[in-house]
């Protein structure tokens, strides 16, 4: 035997796999649905087929990539809805909106909330809890980072005046609704017919009163404001997606305390307000548009009478809530 031959015993044996190959599935037949609540990794997905709800998990191609409630997705697998059957989300189509927060206003990370959205109802409390508007700001902002059309939804209005809370909004032109406990709501149903409407609100405003009176049968749960603190207690644990008689969706989520904007930009915010937009145009390079911003153009249209005094002051002051000031 030879040397080549003799050392040959100890080669290791090749490998013997298949090549790997760039096909991909198509999932051609795969379903379209919406997510409508997520659980502990197992996503409820509304297929309007059928008008039949359908059980999910995340397919292992998806990686890191995150689905949250209002995606549209493909289902592959078992979507029949049936008892006991899991289908796979196998893609996520394309977001027209997404609604996003970041812990708080030191941390960059932005947490997605609700994808495909049209609308932010805040709601808002005149009394029995004391209205924070501060916290009414920072919905503001998030709303027209994520493209969405603001509603102020005022509950309580039997308990107090909500006009002094109007006319700090006016200037925005934000539009809203006054509610109160066994009331008429159908201003507020004709503000949510055939929208996606996202619910938001610090506990104890009563969210799941209003969402209970809108759609017989939700029975979310309801809770009484700390009579010492002022503070709600959490009812709604998850954000759900429910169908509204008549046309549209509600997405109700979970009180919320505190809001983090550090992921939204200023320059991005002025867009939302075209008038001043425009007159932002003419401001130095990296103009803040705040209040101590030099030279800025928002200043010198208000003197000249070309910008309304209080709209500048309102925008300012979602700049301020912007940056953890207000």
């Known amino acids: 035997m030879s040397r080549y031959d ?3 015993r100890y080669d290791r044996p090749k490998r013997r796999t298949r090549p790997r190959t760039k096909d991909r599935p ?32 995340k397919a292992r191609q998806l990686g890191r990539k995150g689905v949250i409630v209002g995606d549209q997705v493909k289902l592959d697998g078992d979507a029949s809805g049936d008892e006991g059957t899991l289908a796979r989300i196998v893609e996520v189509l394309p977001r027209e909106t997404l609604l996003r927060r970041s812990a708080d206003d030191d941390d960059p990370v932005e947490r997605p909330l609700v994808a495909n959205a049209d609308q932010l109802v805040i709601v808002v409390a005149v009394a029995n809890p004391e ?31 909500p006009d002094p809370l109007l006319s700090i ?23 949510l017919r055939n929208r996606s409407s996202v619910l938001v609100g610090h506990s104890g405003v009563g969210k799941s009163t209003l969402v209970n009176a809108l759609i017989p049968g939700a029975d979310r749960a309801i809770g009484v404001v700390n009579e010492v603190t002022g503070r709600g207690r959490h009812t709604s644990t998850s954000t759900l997606v429910l169908r509204l008689p008549g046309g549209g969706w509600i997405i109700d989520t979970p009180g919320i305390r505190s809001f983090g904007l550090a992921h939204v930009d200023s320059d991005k915010l002025i867009h939302a307000f075209p008038d001043l937009a425009d007159i932002a145009g003419d401001c130095p390079r990296g ?25 500048v002051a309102s925008f300012r002051r979602l700049l301020a809530s912007r940056e953890g000031s207000a």
């Open 169 to 191: 909004y006016r200037p925005l032109g934000v539009e809203s609704v006054a509610t109160h406990q066994n009331g008429d709501l159908s201003e507020l149903r004709d503000q």
């Open 26 to 57: 198509s999932y051609d037949d795969a379903v379209t649905g919406f997510v409508i609540t997520r659980d502990r990794g197992r996503y409820t997905c509304w297929v309007e087929p059928g008008d039949r709800v359908v059980t999910a998990m």
């Open 6 to 8: 003799e050392e040959a």
């Open 131 to 161: 209205p924070r508007t501060g916290l009414i700001d920072r919905f503001l902002v998030a709303a027209y980072d994520a493209g969405l059309r603001p509603l102020l939804c005022l509950t309580k209005t039997d308990l107090a005046d």
């Open 287 to 311: 103009c803040t548009h705040t209040a101590d911003a030099p030279d800025c153009a928002l200043d010198e249209a208000v003197a000249e009478g070309r910008a309304d005094a209080d709209r």
